[in-house]
């Protein structure tokens, strides 16, 4: 996953005002496509051009905003390295091109790394959801035609009619 390396690119995605949150972790997100009001031009336009906040398409990219309220260095860095290694894991969870700001709660110093797991997964999960778009090249089937098993997205088994419970 790329990084947001520029003032520019992060107030571009905080603008926006869509996020998700738990106890210890804020994610504010920017989908291509989803906003009217940017319009995407060219790829190579974008790069001539120094338009940052125009996300091409395929491309997923991630900005960390862990404030001193969270602790002296040494615990901002442990959660910046936390945030980095489950947003990797997690990565196949998210739309094929976002923009993330992964804002750490000052509670976030404190969290495990199993509780930190846990709400990322829920939250990559709750932005799919209200982002109605679906990863790994999926876009043609709906969220209720998905079955979540582990961490892998697959086809669920529907029943026909006549199969089922017979008396």
């Given at each position: 996953?790329?990084?947001?390396?520029?003032?520019?690119?992060?107030?571009?995605?905080?603008?926006?005002h869509h996020r998700v949150s738990s106890r210890d972790l804020v994610i504010h997100y920017s989908i291509p496509?989803?906003?009217?009001?940017?319009?995407?031009?060219?790829?190579?336009?974008?790069?001539?051009?120094?338009?940052?906040?125009?996300?091409?398409?395929?491309?997923?990219?991630?900005?960390?905003?862990?404030?001193?309220?969270?602790?002296?260095?040494?615990?901002?860095?442990?959660?910046?390295?936390?945030?980095?290694?489950?947003?990797?894991?997690?990565?196949?969870?998210?739309?094929?091109?976002?923009?993330?700001?992964?804002?750490?709660?000052?509670?976030?110093?404190?969290?495990?790394?199993?509780?930190?797991?846990?709400?990322?997964?829920?939250?990559?999960?709750?932005?799919?959801?209200?982002?109605?778009?679906?990863?790994?090249?999926?876009?043609?089937?709906?969220?209720?035609?998905?079955?979540?098993?582990?961490?892998?997205?697959?086809?669920?088994?529907?029943?026909?009619?006549?199969?089922?419970?017979?008396?």
């Amino acid at each position: 996953m790329e990084r947001l390396r520029s003032h520019r690119e992060f107030t571009a995605v905080l603008r926006r005002h869509h996020r998700v949150s738990s106890r210890d972790l804020v994610i504010h997100y920017s989908i291509p496509g989803s906003d009217q009001t940017v319009t995407p031009l060219p790829v190579a336009s974008v790069a001539h051009e120094g338009r940052h906040d125009i996300l091409p398409a395929g491309r997923r990219r991630m900005g960390l905003a862990v404030s001193k309220n969270v602790g002296k260095a040494v615990t901002r860095n442990k959660v910046k390295r936390r945030f980095r290694q489950l947003a990797g894991s997690k990565e196949g969870l998210l739309p094929s091109s976002c923009d993330l700001v992964m804002r750490a709660k000052p509670s976030a110093a404190r969290a495990t790394y199993e509780q930190l797991e846990e709400q990322v997964d829920r939250l990559f999960r709750d932005l799919m959801r209200k982002t109605g778009k679906i990863s790994g090249g999926s876009e043609g089937r709906t969220q209720s035609d998905l079955q979540l098993v582990g961490s892998k997205r697959q086809p669920a088994q529907r029943l026909e009619a006549n199969e089922g419970c017979r008396a």
